[in-house]
């Protein structure tokens, strides 16, 4: 069966970093993502990145902070969380899209295309 298997997360003060990995399993992806979902909020998009070509597209409130990037022999993605503000705080969730083929980008960023996602972890930015 298909999994992913988060680790990391944790507290930190803001300004801090924290390093999240996402490893897959059961099968290989097109594209994955990481998604946040605060309390009261829906859960937002993060980042994506294709395994063909290892971009990040961001989200604007990430960019320039958050870097994703993926290891094919290890079958896992890893988002590197920098210069963190309160406003991070959430529980996050790797995810992979259940297409074999190309999808528009655009669509990526939509929670709707992931069909396997990871256990969520908590990531608490205090100041």
């Known amino acids: 069966q298909v999994q992913l298997v988060e680790s990391g997360g944790g507290l930190v003060q803001t300004g801090g970093s924290l390093r999240l990995s996402c490893a897959a399993s059961g099968r290989t992806f097109y594209a994955m993502g990481w998604f946040c979902h605060a309390p009261g909020k829906d859960r937002e998009f993060v980042v994506f990145?294709?395994?063909?070509?290892?971009?990040?597209i961001y989200a604007d409130s990430v960019k320039g902070r958050f870097t994703i990037s993926l290891d094919t022999a290890k079958n896992t993605a890893y988002l590197q969380m920098n210069s963190l503000k309160p406003e991070d705080t959430g529980f996050y969730y790797c995810?992979?899209?259940?297409?074999?083929?190309?999808?528009?980008?655009?669509?990526?960023?939509?929670?709707?295309?992931?069909?396997?996602w990871g256990q969520g972890l908590q990531v608490t930015v205090s100041s």
């Open positions: 990145c294709r395994w063909a070509n290892g971009r990040g």
């Open positions: 995810a992979a899209e259940g297409a074999t083929g190309w999808t528009e980008g655009s669509r990526l960023r939509e929670e709707s295309i992931y069909v396997y």
